[in-house]
Structure formats: C-alpha cells, structure tokens
C-alpha cells in the first residue's frame, strides 16, 4: 500500500509560481511510476504530468508545457510540482497519484493509490 500527502496548495495571483508536494511512503519511486492530475469545479479530473520510475522520462499536458515542472528526491521520498506562469484557469484540486502498471501515463485509471488533494486557487 502506498502512502500518499500532497501539501503547498494555496492561493496565489495570476502569473505568479507555486510549488506543490508530495510525500510517498518509502521506496515508492523505486518501483511505482508517479503522476499529477487535478480537477477543477464541475469537471472531470484531467492529466497534469506524470514521470516514469524506470527511466525518469516526464510527460505533461499541453495546457501546461512549459510552465510546469515535476521532478522527485528520492532521499526524501517526495514529488514536486513546480508551477510558473500560473492562470486563473490553472484553479483546481491537485492530487498525486501512483502506478506499477505498464500504461499510459496520461489516464485516471492507471493509476491506483491517490492522495487526499491540494487546492490551488489563482486570483486576483
């Protein structure tokens, strides 16, 4: 079972960055793939990015190319999402996510463990 804890969200002005975390239970990214998504009011829960464990290849969303970042410290077993350039679009619910399956990264159902959530809110 992994362990999941997301935490940086907040609210912060369009154009401005924010980093998001999140902490895994230890060894996590030794065997598990990890993925960002969020989920706005309203909407279906979408692709963010994500990094595959095996060889660190990363893929985002064209919405955030660019502008977002994510890259992991295996020491302290956390996931990060750097977000630059921030839109009033970009408001959401963030969660990360993990996977062992070989699949696309880009899909809700890859996935199977799930942190609780963090809210980002850009606004002026």
């Known amino acids: 079972q992994v362990q999941l804890v997301e935490f940086g969200g907040g609210l912060v002005q369009p154009g401005g960055s924010l980093r998001l975390s999140c902490a895994a239970s230890?060894?996590?990214?030794?065997?598990?793939?990890m993925g960002w998504f969020r989920q706005a009011p309203g909407k279906e829960r979408e692709f963010v990015s994500a990094i595959k464990w095996s060889t660190g290849t990363t893929y985002y969303a064209d919405s955030v190319k660019g502008r977002f970042t994510i890259s992991r410290d295996y020491t302290k077993n956390t996931l990060y999402l750097q977000m630059n350039s921030l839109k009033p679009e970009d408001t959401a619910v963030y969660y990360c996510?993990?996977?062992?399956?070989?699949?696309?990264?880009?899909?809700?159902?890859?996935?199977?463990?799930w942190g609780q959530g963090a809210q980002v809110t850009v606004s002026s």
């Open positions: 996510a993990a996977t062992k399956k070989i699949a696309v990264l880009t899909t809700v159902s890859t996935f199977d463990f």
């Open positions: 230890e060894g996590t990214f030794s065997t598990y793939s």
